[in-house]
C-alpha cells in the first residue's frame, strides 16, 4: 500500500469509532469508508446497517455485519459516507461511484451525517470534480439541456447506469458560487432524478486522511 492508501485506510478505520452497540448505521459507498465497513466487520458491534450500493451491500454481509433495506430499519443514527469534493462550508459533491440517490437518503435519514475523506478532495469551491446527476432514460437529452441552461458548459453521459437501473450524467459547471442555490434548482428539472450536491447542513463532521495523520473537521452551526 502507498502512503495515500494507509491514510485513507486509518480515516476510514477512526470513522468506525462513531459506531457503538445498539446503533442503526448507514454504510456508505468508496474507497476509504470501505476500511470504515472493514473495521465494523472486525470489531462487530451489535448495529442494524442499510447500505447504500450493492457493492456495500455485499461486503457488509460478507463480513457479518446485518443489513436490511431503508425501509426496515426506518430511521438512523448515524450515517458514514466518502465524498468527491469538501468545501469550507461542509458542503460536498458526490456520485462518484454513482451511487448519490441512494447515498442522499440514507445520509438525510440520520441524524448525523460523518464523511470521510482523503486531504486531496477538500476544496475551496465545489465544481472542479463535475457534477454528477441521476437521470430517467425517457427524455435525457431534454434534461440535459435543461442542466446546461443553468449554466453548465458540458454534460457528458457516462457508460455506466446507477443500481437504480438509471443514466449516469456528469454536468461541469467550472466553480460554484453558491452549491445550495444550484443543488435547488437542479432538484426542480423534471427527469433529474438526484443530483450530488449535498448541502452542508446535512454534514456533522469531515474525517481527513492525511500523510500526516487523521484530523476531523467538525460542522459547528454556532461558528
Do not use: Y
Not at 441552461?149 to 461541469?172: F, K
Amino acid at each position: 500500500m502507498t502512503p495515500h492508501d494507509v491514510a485513507k485506510e486509518r480515516a476510514g478505520r477512526l470513522a468506525a469509532s462513531h459506531v457503538t452497540d445498539g446503533m442503526r448505521v448507514g454504510l456508505g459507498t468508496g474507497s476509504t469508508v470501505h476500511w470504515t465497513i472493514v473495521e465494523l466487520g472486525e470489531r462487530r458491534p451489535d448495529i442494524v446497517c442499510t447500505a447504500t450500493s450493492v457493492q456495500t451491500h455485499d461486503l457488509a454481509l460478507s463480513l457479518g455485519l446485518e443489513v436490511v433495506s431503508p425501509d426496515e430499519v426506518g430511521h438512523l443514527d448515524i450515517t458514514i459516507d466518502g465524498a468527491d469534493e469538501v468545501d469550507p462550508a461542509f458542503n460536498l459533491t458526490k456520485g462518484g461511484g454513482n451511487a448519490h440517490t441512494r447515498e442522499k437518503i440514507v445520509a438525510a435519514m440520520a441524524d448525523r451525517f460523518v464523511v470521510v475523506v482523503d486531504e486531496s478532495k477538500l476544496v475551496e469551491q465545489l465544481g472542479p470534480f463535475g457534477t454528477p446527476i441521476e437521470v430517467l432514460d425517457f427524455a435525457p437529452g431534454v434534461v440535459s439541456a435543461a442542466v446546461r441552461s443553468l449554466g453548465a458548459t458540458e454534460v457528458v453521459t457516462r457508460p455506466v447506469r446507477t443500481d437504480n437501473g438509471n443514466l449516469v450524467m456528469l454536468a461541469h459547471f467550472g466553480t460554484i458560487a453558491d452549491p445550495v442555490e444550484l443543488g435547488a434548482r437542479l432538484s426542480e428539472v423534471p427527469g433529474l432524478v438526484e443530483h450530488g450536491i449535498f448541502p452542508g447542513s446535512m454534514v456533522d463532521r469531515v474525517v481527513v486522511a492525511g500523510l500526516d495523520g487523521v484530523r476531523e473537521l467538525v460542522n459547528d452551526p454556532r461558528a
